[in-house]
């Protein structure tokens, strides 16, 4: 008996960032079991992050939207069907509710933009109504368990499963290595990485207010606009990099980390700065605190420039690690094994049914 697992995500990214892998490791945990799985994202240009999926064993299938992904669903017959981020659950559910597919949805990040959750009637119909049919709400952290529960998520139905990365991959450079990464961008002097596809999210306008504090530095910055550029630029070199398939070297290259979101679910560069041996200056946020252990990192309260500037120079004093051994964990493989368990009572209705 053969079990089909369908993920759908909104995914129109050109980089694989820390979800990709993720995938990946599930497609090829799901055929060492004889199953099958399938990957329906938005279309986009073919990017290395589509050969890798097909090459871990995944069926991937791009589409222009939601309709079109239920419509493929539909046709491919999915015994589970596996929704992340917010964007298409309710759509899929709808879409989805007379088959005899298991729906799960996965919340990988806040909602709140600023202050606490607030159940408008719009969340109680998402995770009342439409939400009846799910059988899983699957949450990257307990910080965004709460969250969803309090929008109207039933707190009996929501499981935690955490981001995980490969820390064999994202491990401490060599000294030799750490040079040649500061030297491929071209960087002298202290250097500060941030991460800010979404500029007031991730809270570029409160790094930027911290910089004056902080004397000659430079910000290397991934995915950010022009705009962000621009003020992150008055006080500080910015060293841009628009879109990049291995953040490794990158983490390499930095002597701290500047995360002063206003708002997280599991972050993936947290971890991934934790293992290669980053300093991290992180807004004081229940995920970001979730994340943080075993990492070297200084919280400053949300939104708060002068703290944030603090921490930074607490961070930048730190020696940065290098030639240490990994630490032997896949946890990817933890993550996939771990998903792959919410999957066991439909198998076992299915070996029923066969019977």
Not at 154 to 180: C, M, Q, W, Y
Not at 204 to 215: C, N, Q, R, S, T
């Amino acid at each position: 008996m053969t079990v089909r697992i369908l993920h759908a995500a909104p995914f129109a990214t050109p980089s694989p960032g820390g979800f990709i892998p993720l995938i990946e490791q599930l497609a090829r945990s799901v055929r060492a079991r004889g199953d099958e799985l399938a990957f329906v994202t938005l279309r986009i240009a073919e990017v290395p992050w589509h050969r890798a999926l097909r090459d871990a064993g995944a069926t991937l299938h791009l589409v222009d939207d939601v309709r079109g992904a239920i419509a493929f669903a539909r046709r491919w017959r999915a015994d589970v069907t596996h929704v992340h981020f917010y964007a298409w659950e309710p759509a899929f559910t709808v879409g989805m509710w007379t088959t005899r597919t298991t729906l799960f949805w996965h919340a990988h990040s806040t909602t709140l933009r600023a202050g606490r959750a607030r159940r408008t009637l719009r969340d109680t119909i998402k995770y009342r109504a439409i939400g009846s049919r799910v059988e899983r709400f699957v949450a990257v952290a307990d910080a965004i368990a709460a969250e969803i529960a309090a929008l109207g998520a039933p707190r009996e139905r929501i499981v935690v499963v955490p981001n995980e990365i490969d820390a064999l991959r994202f491990r401490p450079p060599s000294g030799a290595e750490r040079k040649r990464a500061r030297a491929a961008l071209n960087l002298d002097g202290p250097v500060i990485l941030f991460f800010g596809r979404d500029p007031y999210l991730k809270g570029a306008d409160v790094l930027a207010a911290a910089l004056p504090e902080l004397g000659p530095v430079t910000v290397l910055t991934v995915a950010t606009d022009e705009p962000t550029r621009a003020a992150l630029g008055e006080h500080a070199h910015v060293v841009a990099v628009e879109r990049v398939d291995d953040v490794v070297p990158l983490l390499w290259a930095a002597d701290a980390i500047a995360i002063p979101s206003r708002g997280e679910g599991m972050s993936f560069v947290q971890r991934e700065a934790r293992f290669t041996g980053l300093p991290a200056a992180a807004s004081d946020l229940p995920a970001l605190r979730e994340g943080a252990a075993g990492a070297t990192t200084a919280f400053f309260p949300v939104g708060d420039a002068a703290q944030l500037a603090r921490a930074l120079r607490a961070t930048l004093a730190v020696l940065r690690a290098v030639d240490a051994p990994p630490v032997a964990d896949n946890g990817l493989e933890r993550w996939a094994d771990r998903i792959l368990a919410l999957y066991e009572p439909t198998r076992a209705r299915l070996r029923t049914a066969v019977r």
